[in-house]
Nanobody, 123 residues
Framework: QVQLVESGGGLVQAGGSLRLSCAASGRTFSSYVIGWFRQAPGKEREFVVAIRWSGGSTYYADSVKGRFTISRDNAKNTVYLQMNSLKPEDTAVYYC????????????????WGQGTQVTVSS
């Protein structure tokens, strides 16, 4: 019922910035929580941040607090992840997900996933 498409990934130097987008089709985000996750080669999937569409409350992983900002655009049905002060350890495939999670930080709580977008941060 929901399709998610990430975009905006690329190659950036350490200290640089990228903005990722997660666009939904099929229905609106109005009743969902949208989460961003990332996975580096050989690593487990890691929670990054989530936003509750209704009201806009957010929850950030400690590793990205103060550097990443999640936001939403109601008209475009799109969630953004602004990533500043990027570090090499931020290198991963980034995925957005939608669902009704009880807490928001576990990928098992999300029902719909995008295809991912590669973020590479060079030193």
């Amino acid at each position: 019922q929901v399709q998610l498409v990430e975009s905006g990934g690329g190659l950036v130097q350490a200290g640089g910035s990228l903005r990722l987008s997660c666009a939904a089709s099929g229905r609106t985000f109005s009743s969902y929580v949208i989460g961003w996750f990332r996975q580096a080669p050989g690593k487990e999937r890691e929670f990054v941040v989530a936003i509750r569409w209704s009201g806009g409350s957010t929850y950030y992983a400690d590793s990205v607090k103060g550097r990443f900002t999640i936001s939403r655009d109601n008209a475009k049905n799109t969630v953004y992840l602004q990533m500043n002060s990027l570090k090499p350890e931020d290198t991963a495939v980034y995925y957005c997900a939608a669902g009704y999670p009880r807490r928001g930080w576990s990928g098992d709580e999300y029902d719909y996933w995008g295809q991912g977008t590669q973020v590479t941060v060079s030193s």
